[in-house]
């Protein structure tokens, strides 16, 4: 009997929802971590009962959770559940060290980026935007941080090292923060290319790598940004989510600050397939499972009020890669709506009819079981969801 | 034995409930408190003071005694009373918001 499994993370814990292929009927497991802000959780492709989770808080900063068995119990690796330290009173790793690498072995001394002010600023650690864990390691995943770098950890989340090639590469200094914080927050790992991986970054752009983490270049020709100094630099976009179906590698969407984005070559060329929207702002994007030209945003309304236009929630699907665009609104609210949709709030399962899934800044949960033509709210009072991830089991 | 007193978030995170007791070897101080509480409770590195610098997380205070301590340098003795035990240490995460 298939299943799904819904990964949320919002504002004051973790919630894990599950239904039946069906999609109709909810069960809600949490909050996990209750009080804690959970940026982000993901389950290993290839062992779906390995789960992460990124647990953070301004006053205790970050910790890193996992569960063997598909969210019902977790715990800090290294600290094995039940177990406050090892038989020798020391811990078995540091799952919660995120350390910048500035050595001159392995990395390079990158240690300022750009500020608000134009002025240079320290790299400072502050906590884990999104984990991806590898497509062939449940004991590998990359986390991408605030201020902006990625980490990678091979031994099950125990520690966690630096892939210093992307800060070092070049173009870091010139970085800088948006509005929420220099987040890396989208990692895409190719399947189709080995050693292929793709970040992005608000507000530097997205960058790839073509040699598992070691080097990276920009990848933003044809993005247009008008209210930076140069609408066409090479870095300082603000980039806030990138979407691939794995089933086609190297057609990316992103949405951006402005417009939304397609690449038909591994983003080395970009260009806009905004079409018929009714805003050129928003946050989320994602692929259809099976069609790889169906893809789906929730428009925003920019740039200071950052809610549905008119109060109306609305998804756009588009059937044709972009540029046509369907409004999708049965189920939705269809008034007095002023939520928000985050960058990593959208998730799509693999499903026949392939389901789609979001959430909002106002706690409700939203799941369509075809493809988004109708949509039910599967729970409607959690704390503001901060990331939606789904797994389809069997 | 020195008794601390953790902010509750903390408290989950260390899987105890009350406060913790611990056995401190030469001066009683704020990093060989803190040492000996992480050393314990490994889970804690990290959220209390920084994993690199040491310093304290912005957010946090220590406080025993009815005092805040928590600008003295870390080497600095804490009180007697808390040194014998008879008043912990508090480590409080400051209130915030409206």
Known sequence: MSGVRLLVGTRKGAFVLTSDGKREKWEIDGPHFAGWEIYHMKGSPVDPNRLYA???????????????????????????????????????????????????????????????????????????????????????????????????????????????????????????????????????????????????????????????????????????????????AEVGHCVHHIAMNPRRPGVLFMQKHWDVMRSDNAGDLWHEVSG???????F???????????????????????????????????????????????????????VSVLRDAMAVDSLDKCGVYFGTTGGQVYASADAGDTWTAVARDLPGVLSVEVQTLS | MIRVILPAHLRTLARVRDEVELEIQGPVTQRSVLDALEGSYPMLRGTIRDHVTQQRRPFLRFFACEEDLSHELPDTPLPEAVASGAEPLLIIGAIAGG
Request: charged fraction near 25%; include cysteine; hydrophobic fraction near 25%.
């Open chain 1, 54 to 232: 990124s647990q953070t808080s301004g006053w205790f900063g970050q910790i890193i959770q996992r569960s063997d068995d598909g969210g019902k119990t977790w715990f800090q690796p290294g600290t094995p559940p039940g177990e406050r330290t090892t038989p020798e009173g020391m811990p078995k790793g540091e799952s919660n060290k995120f350390v910048y690498d500035t050595s001159k072995e392995t990395g390079k001394p990158v240690t300022t980026h750009q500020w608000y002010d134009g002025t240079q600023h320290p790299w400072e650690f502050k906590r884990v935007w999104h984990i991806e864990p590898s497509l062939s390691d449940p004991d590998t995943l990359y986390a991408g941080v605030e201020d902006a770098a990625l980490f990678r950890s091979s031994d099950g989340g125990r520690t966690w090292k630096e892939l210093s090639g992307l800060r070092g590469h070049g173009t870091g200094p010139r970085w800088q923060p948006g509005a929420g914080g220099m987040c890396l927050h989208t990692i895409i790992l190719d399947p189709s290319v080995p050693g292929r991986i793709y970040i992005a970054i608000s507000a530097a752009g997205s960058f790839r790598s073509d040699d598992d983490g070691k080097t990276w270049k920009p990848i933003n020709q044809g993005l247009r940004s008008q209210y930076i100094p140069d609408p066409t």
């Open chain 1, 276 to 282: 018929n929207l009714p805003t050129d702002f928003g």
């Open chain 1, 284 to 338: 989320v994007i994602d692929v259809h499972a099976h069609e790889p030209e169906t893809i789906y945003v929730v428009p925003i309304k920019s740039d200071s009020e950052h809610f549905p236009l008119d109060g109306k929630l609305r998804v756009y699907r588009s059937r044709t890669g972009g540029n046509e665009w369907e409004e999708l609104s049965k189920g939705l609210p269809e008034r007095d709506c002023y």
